[in-house]
Protein backbone atom coordinates (compact mmCIF):
# COMPACT_ATOMS: atom_id res chain seq x y z
CA UNK A 1 0.00 0.00 0.00
CA UNK A 2 1.24 3.43 -1.20
CA UNK A 3 1.35 6.40 1.24
CA UNK A 4 -0.09 10.08 -0.47
CA UNK A 5 0.88 12.92 0.52
CA UNK A 6 -2.94 14.95 0.52
CA UNK A 7 -1.72 18.67 -1.27
CA UNK A 8 -1.11 21.43 0.83
CA UNK A 9 -3.94 23.77 1.61
CA UNK A 10 -4.06 27.41 0.49
CA UNK A 11 -3.35 29.96 3.01
CA UNK A 12 -6.01 31.50 4.72
CA UNK A 13 -6.78 35.30 4.33
CA UNK A 14 -5.78 38.07 6.57
CA UNK A 15 -7.83 38.39 9.15
CA UNK A 16 -9.78 42.11 8.32
CA UNK A 17 -12.52 43.59 10.52
CA UNK A 18 -14.01 45.20 7.31
CA UNK A 19 -14.03 44.70 3.85
CA UNK A 20 -13.33 47.33 1.67
CA UNK A 21 -16.11 48.85 -0.95
CA UNK A 22 -16.46 49.71 -4.88
CA UNK A 23 -15.92 53.34 -3.58
CA UNK A 24 -12.38 52.48 -1.35
CA UNK A 25 -14.17 53.01 1.89
CA UNK A 26 -14.16 50.16 4.24
CA UNK A 27 -18.00 48.86 5.34
CA UNK A 28 -17.33 50.14 8.97
CA UNK A 29 -16.61 53.90 7.57
CA UNK A 30 -19.44 53.68 5.31
CA UNK A 31 -21.50 52.38 7.88
CA UNK A 32 -20.24 55.78 10.34
CA UNK A 33 -21.40 58.00 7.68
CA UNK A 34 -24.13 56.97 6.85
CA UNK A 35 -24.71 57.05 10.57
CA UNK A 36 -23.88 60.49 11.15
CA UNK A 37 -25.97 61.84 7.75
CA UNK A 38 -28.77 60.34 9.82
CA UNK A 39 -28.08 61.99 13.28
CA UNK A 40 -27.67 65.09 11.44
CA UNK A 41 -30.79 65.30 9.94
CA UNK A 42 -32.74 64.18 13.26
CA UNK A 43 -30.78 67.73 14.68
CA UNK A 44 -31.62 69.58 11.69
CA UNK A 45 -35.66 68.63 12.69
CA UNK A 46 -35.22 69.68 16.69
CA UNK A 47 -33.38 72.52 15.53
CA UNK A 48 -36.11 73.27 13.38
CA UNK A 49 -38.52 72.71 15.88
CA UNK A 50 -36.78 74.62 18.93
CA UNK A 51 -36.75 77.91 16.68
CA UNK A 52 -40.35 78.64 16.95
CA UNK A 53 -40.26 79.40 20.46
CA UNK A 54 -38.88 83.02 19.73
CA UNK A 55 -41.83 83.21 17.44
CA UNK A 56 -44.10 82.78 20.91
CA UNK A 57 -41.91 86.21 22.14
CA UNK A 58 -42.35 87.87 18.82
CA UNK A 59 -46.21 87.56 19.51
CA UNK A 60 -45.74 89.24 22.99
CA UNK A 61 -43.52 91.66 21.48
CA UNK A 62 -46.53 92.60 18.59
CA UNK A 63 -48.73 92.44 22.07
CA UNK A 64 -47.24 95.17 23.11
CA UNK A 65 -47.45 97.28 20.39
CA UNK A 66 -51.11 96.60 18.89
CA UNK A 67 -52.63 96.39 22.26
CA UNK A 68 -54.59 99.39 22.86
CA UNK A 69 -54.18 98.52 26.81
CA UNK A 70 -50.44 99.07 26.50
CA UNK A 71 -50.02 101.29 23.54
CA UNK A 72 -51.87 104.33 25.63
CA UNK A 73 -54.94 105.76 26.38
CA UNK A 74 -57.74 107.94 24.61
CA UNK A 75 -56.90 111.29 26.41
CA UNK A 76 -59.45 112.84 24.57
CA UNK A 77 -62.29 110.03 25.39
CA UNK A 78 -60.98 109.89 28.53
CA UNK A 79 -61.30 114.15 29.44
CA UNK A 80 -64.66 114.03 27.73
CA UNK A 81 -65.84 111.20 29.83
CA UNK A 82 -64.69 113.37 32.91
CA UNK A 83 -66.07 116.44 31.87
CA UNK A 84 -69.30 114.65 31.73
CA UNK A 85 -69.43 112.97 34.79
CA UNK A 86 -68.32 116.52 36.61
CA UNK A 87 -71.41 117.77 35.13
CA UNK A 88 -73.43 115.00 36.23
CA UNK A 89 -72.29 115.26 40.17
CA UNK A 90 -72.88 119.41 39.90
CA UNK A 91 -76.39 118.72 38.28
CA UNK A 92 -77.01 116.05 40.96
CA UNK A 93 -76.17 118.65 43.76
CA UNK A 94 -78.03 121.55 42.00
CA UNK A 95 -81.12 119.90 41.32
CA UNK A 96 -81.55 117.39 43.70
CA UNK A 97 -81.07 114.27 41.51
CA UNK A 98 -83.04 115.55 39.05
CA UNK A 99 -82.01 116.67 35.49
CA UNK A 100 -83.07 120.09 34.54
CA UNK A 101 -85.83 120.14 31.45
CA UNK A 102 -82.91 122.26 29.90
CA UNK A 103 -79.13 121.55 29.74
CA UNK A 104 -77.71 124.61 31.51
CA UNK A 105 -74.29 125.38 31.35
CA UNK A 106 -72.28 124.76 34.79
CA UNK A 107 -68.71 126.53 35.50
CA UNK A 108 -66.05 125.95 37.42
CA UNK A 109 -65.68 128.04 40.56
CA UNK A 110 -62.42 130.68 40.07
CA UNK A 111 -58.87 128.88 39.83
CA UNK A 112 -60.89 125.59 39.95
CA UNK A 113 -58.99 123.32 37.50
CA UNK A 114 -59.78 119.33 36.54
CA UNK A 115 -57.31 116.85 36.86
CA UNK A 116 -57.67 112.82 36.17
CA UNK A 117 -57.50 110.76 38.67
CA UNK A 118 -54.25 108.99 39.17
CA UNK A 119 -55.62 105.86 38.47
CA UNK A 120 -57.26 106.91 35.50
CA UNK A 121 -54.45 107.34 33.37
CA UNK A 122 -50.97 105.73 33.37
CA UNK A 123 -47.74 107.54 33.75
CA UNK A 124 -46.84 109.75 30.36
CA UNK A 125 -44.14 107.50 29.44
CA UNK A 126 -45.56 104.26 30.03
CA UNK A 127 -46.99 103.52 26.61
CA UNK A 128 -44.23 105.04 24.85
CA UNK A 129 -41.77 102.69 26.48
CA UNK A 130 -44.39 99.71 26.25
CA UNK A 131 -43.52 99.98 22.37
CA UNK A 132 -39.93 100.47 22.91
CA UNK A 133 -39.87 96.80 24.88
CA UNK A 134 -42.61 95.46 22.03
CA UNK A 135 -39.75 96.21 19.54
CA UNK A 136 -37.09 95.25 20.65
CA UNK A 137 -38.68 91.86 21.39
CA UNK A 138 -39.80 91.27 18.20
CA UNK A 139 -36.26 92.21 17.28
CA UNK A 140 -34.54 89.88 18.93
CA UNK A 141 -36.75 87.01 18.82
CA UNK A 142 -36.86 87.59 15.17
CA UNK A 143 -33.42 87.59 14.60
CA UNK A 144 -33.06 84.02 17.22
CA UNK A 145 -35.18 82.72 14.69
CA UNK A 146 -33.24 83.03 11.68
CA UNK A 147 -30.08 81.96 13.01
CA UNK A 148 -31.69 79.02 14.34
CA UNK A 149 -33.50 78.30 11.06
CA UNK A 150 -30.40 78.83 9.09
CA UNK A 151 -28.21 76.28 11.54
CA UNK A 152 -31.02 74.11 10.82
CA UNK A 153 -30.69 74.14 7.05
CA UNK A 154 -26.97 73.98 7.50
CA UNK A 155 -27.46 70.89 9.12
CA UNK A 156 -29.64 69.07 6.45
CA UNK A 157 -27.00 70.20 3.68
CA UNK A 158 -24.03 68.56 5.83
CA UNK A 159 -26.19 65.60 6.36
CA UNK A 160 -26.67 65.29 2.10
CA UNK A 161 -22.63 66.11 1.74
CA UNK A 162 -21.63 62.92 4.31
CA UNK A 163 -23.61 60.87 2.21
CA UNK A 164 -22.15 62.22 -1.23
CA UNK A 165 -18.67 62.52 0.45
CA UNK A 166 -18.21 66.05 -0.82
CA UNK A 167 -18.07 69.84 1.63
CA UNK A 168 -14.94 68.26 3.88
CA UNK A 169 -14.65 71.89 4.78
CA UNK A 170 -18.44 72.09 5.51
CA UNK A 171 -18.69 68.91 7.53
CA UNK A 172 -15.92 70.18 9.75
CA UNK A 173 -17.65 73.74 10.33
CA UNK A 174 -20.45 71.75 10.79
CA UNK A 175 -19.26 70.13 13.40
CA UNK A 176 -17.43 72.79 15.72
CA UNK A 177 -20.58 74.36 15.28
CA UNK A 178 -22.99 71.43 16.67
CA UNK A 179 -20.49 71.55 19.42
CA UNK A 180 -22.46 74.36 21.69
CA UNK A 181 -25.82 72.59 21.21
CA UNK A 182 -25.47 70.92 24.28
CA UNK A 183 -26.11 67.72 24.90
CA UNK A 184 -26.40 66.16 21.27
CA UNK A 185 -25.02 68.76 19.35
CA UNK A 186 -22.18 68.34 21.05
CA UNK A 187 -21.96 64.51 21.14
CA UNK A 188 -22.73 64.89 17.37
CA UNK A 189 -19.85 67.02 16.69
CA UNK A 190 -17.26 65.38 18.54
CA UNK A 191 -17.82 61.71 17.00
CA UNK A 192 -18.31 63.87 13.25
CA UNK A 193 -14.74 65.31 13.91
CA UNK A 194 -12.97 61.99 15.00
CA UNK A 195 -14.79 59.92 11.76
CA UNK A 196 -13.99 62.51 9.43
CA UNK A 197 -10.40 62.28 10.59
CA UNK A 198 -9.69 59.17 9.40
CA UNK A 199 -7.62 58.78 6.08
CA UNK A 200 -9.78 56.72 4.34
CA UNK A 201 -12.86 59.02 4.77
CA UNK A 202 -10.67 61.68 3.77
CA UNK A 203 -9.44 60.19 0.96
CA UNK A 204 -13.25 59.34 -0.09
CA UNK A 205 -14.14 63.26 0.28
CA UNK A 206 -11.09 63.96 -2.27
CA UNK A 207 -12.55 61.63 -4.83
CA UNK A 208 -16.22 62.85 -4.09
CA UNK A 209 -14.69 66.30 -4.69
CA UNK A 210 -12.95 65.61 -7.81
CA UNK A 211 -15.82 63.51 -9.04
Known sequence: MMDSVPPPLPPDPPASSSTMRADGLSDADASHLQLLAIFHYILAGLTFLFGLIPIAYAVFG????????????????????????????????????????????????????????????????????????????????????LVTWLTAGLMLLTGRSLQKRKRYALCMVTAAISLLQFPFGTTLGIFTIIVLQRPGIVAAFKRGKVA
Not at 99 to 125: D, H, K, L, R, T
Open 62 to 145: LMLLTNQEFSGPNYAELERQAHQEHEKMQEEVLFGGEAPPEPIAVEAEPGQEFEFEPEAVPPPGMHRDAKVVGGIVIGVSALLA
